[in-house]
């Protein structure tokens, strides 16, 4: 089934783009801990804000030093034009005080800036910081990575350089987790239980900058959660055998008027829907490389579904969850709600996320930004799965999902147990229940997850077509 495969012009992507900007921008205004900066074209510069006085004066008094004994502190740069190497030096000279000299040994490399002439013992984080927070300023194009070089790197090589961005791309990757694959075990369900319900193409858009046709993909499945597995995703959703939750939410967990959504004008609505207590959200997102203990139902629910991606994708993937460097701490990677019939009409239409629209930030610095489903780069997914024990049709709740060229409407049932993947720039809001179900709720768990095209040894290239 395909809705709204017609295409009015190049000039829809244009106005697409500008409707998913209002349905997130409220989004990233409320993150607590950054310094949001609105520029035009909503561009959000959305670094760490903190700044320490007596580290910037250590770090400007080795600068004074460095250069007393060299004509100028430098900077190996790859893959940047004239202009934006301009930027660079301009942005070291602001955060120094200081004349750096920039070269470019490798103008189609990767795009990144070394910092030579510094000594290892001293703090250069918050220089990268600062003049990432800069180049993001002067609305220099991501990505860009900036690191520091090598003590014995030659940049006048352009090999050694070449050598040297690979290596810190590596390192950045690793600290940030950007490819950290999901958790799994071994499993003894197969795809061949999944059983397509629907498969759904919108938001079809001539890209002209590839020549390229892009279109979004909801797909709704039954059979890849089964009953028991069903079972144990609800159970992490409470906090004892007590619970009863077609009674209602477990207030030992959940949070009256605690979840909120953000409608297409971008203003933050908030009815009387329950949201997942901060603490049980992290105990869900533990993971064993941050010394957690993640739950065993998210486990096999992550394993199932790298199995059902291997067996039906036509390119291999690592599947990973949506790391924190994207946005920040504030809005984790794994998500539940539970609609009831008193919230009305509260909830709007929203998008989950969009690589082309995410805040500078260290994922900007590795990727850039790119309309999801671009070749040869990560693609944002999302995986919802229905848990309530029992949902008649009468009683409504489905999750609506809008094609933005037609204004058509595609609705899910949420069947228990109905696993849907949709990508996160899908235009989509949450129903809630009607009155013939009585205020019970309709539970749902979400997974935000990357998929990164997978390359020899099982090593992330940074892209998927999945």
Sequence with gaps: MSVGTEDSGEGLRSRMIAQKRCILSDVLHRHAGYAAIRKPGWETVCRKSS??????????????????????????????????????????????????????????????????????????????????????????QSPLLLSLAPAALDGEDPASVA????????????????????????????????????????????????????????????????????????????????????????????????????????ASHSGASWGLSGERIRALCQTANEGGAPPEAIVELQSRLCELLRHFNAVNVTVCRMPNAVFGEEVPPIAANAPVFADGDCYGWHIDADPLLVPPSPWTDAFGRYPNRSPAKPRFV??????????????????????????????IAPTPGRLVLLDQDVSHAVTAPTAEAGGRPRYSLVLKLVLHATENAGQPSGGSEA
Aim: with cysteine.
């Design 163 to 266: 050598a040297a961005v690979e290596e810190a791309y590596l390192l950045h990757v690793a600290e940030y987790g950007l490819c950290d694959p999901v958790e799994t075990h071994h499993i003894s369900w197969t795809a061949e239980c999944a059983a397509p319900v629907s498969n759904v193409l919108l938001d079809a858009a001539h890209d002209g900058a590839s020549g390229r046709w892009d279109v979004s993909r909801v797909v709704a499945l039954d059979g890849v959660v089964d009953e028991a597995l069903r079972r144990r995703l609800l159970s992490l959703l409470g906090d004892g055998d007590d619970w009863e939750p077609a009674r209602g939410p477990d207030r030992r967990v959940w949070h009256d008027r605690a979840f909120s959504d953000t409608t297409q004008h971008g």
């Design 382 to 411: 999302s995986a919802l799965v229905y848990l309530s024990p029992e949902w008649r049709p009468e009683w409504g709740a489905p999750t609506r999902f809008l094609d933005l060229p037609t204004s058509k409407v595609l609705e």
């Design 51 to 140: 700044r320490c006085r007596k580290q910037r004066c250590s770090l400007l008094l080795f600068f004074a030093c460095a250069a007393w004994y060299a004509d100028a502190l430098s900077v190996s740069t790859s893959g940047l034009n004239a202009a934006e190497q301009v930027c660079v030096a301009d942005a070291m000279l602001a955060a120094t005080g200081f004349q750096w000299r920039v070269t470019d040994t490798n103008p189609t490399g990767r795009r990144a800036a070394l910092l030579h002439d510094l000594a290892e013992e001293q703090d250069h984080q918050q220089l990268i910081d600062e003049v990432a927070a800069l180049l993001d300023a002067a609305s220099v």
